[in-house]
């Protein structure tokens, strides 16, 4: 029997850093990088001397790259060996990573900025057919398209308007759909996604307690931020979804959540052929920028298609700013 477009696929299961049955099985009772909550992952790395911490990144490289509740400074390590190895086009790539796995489509994070010092700290999510090996050259070898470039101009944008103590993350920490079809009709990959999401974002409020974070979807990425929110800490005081098909819910009640809740969507966006609905498994349900949906609505009259959210020079890179850094749209 052929299974149906509306049929429901099991859940991908995200695939467990290389080395976790070895960490699993060491003596001293590591804690879980899948089931251990980021707190107890925290407190066991900060009661484990410098020695300890860096035997266990030079053991575990791929284990620790990956821990949410980490210090960002052992994962960076623990990354920056990862890529190394990996070779080309990754041995190359300069910078501060969270994560990185070539495997598979691959998934990687980076960071703009210094996140030992962040009092706010912005998540970029992107959306369909974003891969590892397009991470900084975009889809088609369009820069602008790259979530690495786009977090590196939300970023700049940022420090030219003044911020201080601002970080950008470009998080690509899920195996996104691989183009606009019926995978990314689905919620499926979306609902992966957002496990990884919290888990990460819960990470971060664990390393830096006293930031407060901007989650910014793009696309299919605003789904799995959407599919998200319900169980997202009170550190998240804005929520941003730009070129989205739909974040899961009928309005912003649905997402149930204490954020504020912003939306944008161009009249030159295919996007907005995409119908707002959910039947029969398919959809993602009315789309935020849509006036019913009950978001903060912010400019995006100059953007001229899908994927210039974050271009420079345009209203839509400045009201994302304004929103990543201090959660107003209000120009100064």
């Known amino acids: 029997m052929v299974a149906s477009a509306t049929t429901t696929p099991p859940l991908p299961i995200a695939a467990l850093p290389a080395g976790t ?12 990088p899948v089931h251990a909550d980021p707190v ?23 284990v620790i790259g990956a821990l949410d509740g980490a210090p960002p400074g ?8 990862l890529m190394r190895a990996a070779g080309p086009p990754y041995r190359d ?6 994560l990185f796995d070539p495997r598979g489509d691959g998934r990687v994070a980076q960071v703009f900025g210094n996140l030992s010092t962040a009092g706010r700290i912005a998540v970029l999510v992107p959306g369909v057919a974003n891969q590892a090996g397009t991470f900084w050259s975009g889809l088609g ?6 979530p690495a470039v786009q977090a590196a101009d939300l970023y700049r944008s940022a420090i030219a308007r003044g911020a201080e103590n601002f ?9 996104t759909p691989d183009g606009v079809g019926i995978s990314a009709a689905r919620e499926d990959l979306a609902r992966a996604g957002a496990v990884a999401l919290r888990r990460f974002v819960a990470g971060l409020a664990v390393v830096r307690p006293h930031a407060t974070l901007a989650l910014l979807g793009h696309s299919y990425g605003s789904t799995v931020v959407g599919l998200a929110a319900p169980e997202l800490p009170p550190a998240v005081t804005d929520i941003a979804a730009f070129g989205s098909p739909g974040m899961g819910v009928a309005d912003v009640t649905g997402l149930r959540t204490s954020a504020r809740v912003w939306a944008g969507q161009s009249t030159e966006d295919w996007i907005r052929w995409v119908p707002g609905v959910r039947l029969f498994g398919l959809g993602h349900g009315t789309k935020p920028a849509d006036l019913g949906f009950g978001a903060r609505v912010f400019a995006t009259s100059d953007v001229p298609d899908h994927d210039h959210y974050l271009s ?8 994302l700013t304004r929103i990543a ?8």
């Open 21 to 32: 049955a070895a960490w699993r099985a060491d003596h001293r009772h590591l804690p879980d």
């Open 40 to 62: 107890d992952v925290h407190r066991f790395l900060d009661a484990a001397d410098e020695s300890g911490r860096q035997e266990l990144v030079a053991r575990y490289p791929a």
């Open 74 to 81: 052992l994962r960076y390590a623990a990354n920056h060996f």
């Open 93 to 98: 790539q300069a910078g501060q990573f969270l």
């Open 141 to 146: 070898g369009y820069r602008y398209r790259a």
């Open 167 to 175: 970080a950008v993350i470009a998080w690509l920490g899920y195996d």
């Open 312 to 319: 420079p020079g345009t209203d839509s890179l400045a009201s």
């Open 325 to 332: 850094v201090s959660g107003t749209d209000t120009p100064p």
